[in-house]
């Protein structure tokens, strides 16, 4: 991969509409290299919630980390079966207090940590 391959990536899948890059998404025609590229960056909140579903947990973790991600697709990430899915949605600023509260009850200590820190970061504010 050259040094200007990302960039031709990121070119011909921003260049897709919203309603072209759910209709690749359902066809399973983009890659997963194009799917973590739209979940990194801002995209429409509906392609965002499509790729909170993906069956890779690293395009999912990415969702979870991107500011813009909606509620409705951390309320499903918050219960994904990855525990890295899970602690990024424990950690990110969107997150509902429902969500980390639900989260701050998690088997894995560092997500109980994370939202619990995220919680009383939130009451200091």
């Given at each position: 991969m050259?040094?200007?391959e990302p960039l031709r990536l990121w070119r011909?899948?921003?260049n897709?509409?919203?309603k072209e890059t759910l209709v690749q998404l359902a066809l399973g025609t983009l890659s997963d290299n194009d799917k973590c590229i739209l979940a990194n960056h801002?995209?429409?909140k509906?392609?965002?919630e499509v790729l909170s579903r993906d069956k890779n947990n690293f395009i999912r973790s990415i969702v979870a980390d991107n500011f813009d991600a909606p509620r409705k697709?951390?309320?499903e990430l918050s219960v994904?079966?990855?525990w890295d899915v899970r602690v990024r949605v424990a950690q990110h600023a969107n997150a509902s207090l429902e969500i980390l509260k639900i989260l701050s009850e998690d088997k894995d200590w560092i997500i109980r940590y994370r939202s619990?820190?995220?919680i009383n970061a939130r009451k200091k504010s």
């Open positions: 050259g040094v200007l011909s899948v921003k897709l509409s919203v801002s995209v429409s509906k392609v965002l697709a951390l309320k994904d079966k990855n619990l820190r995220n």
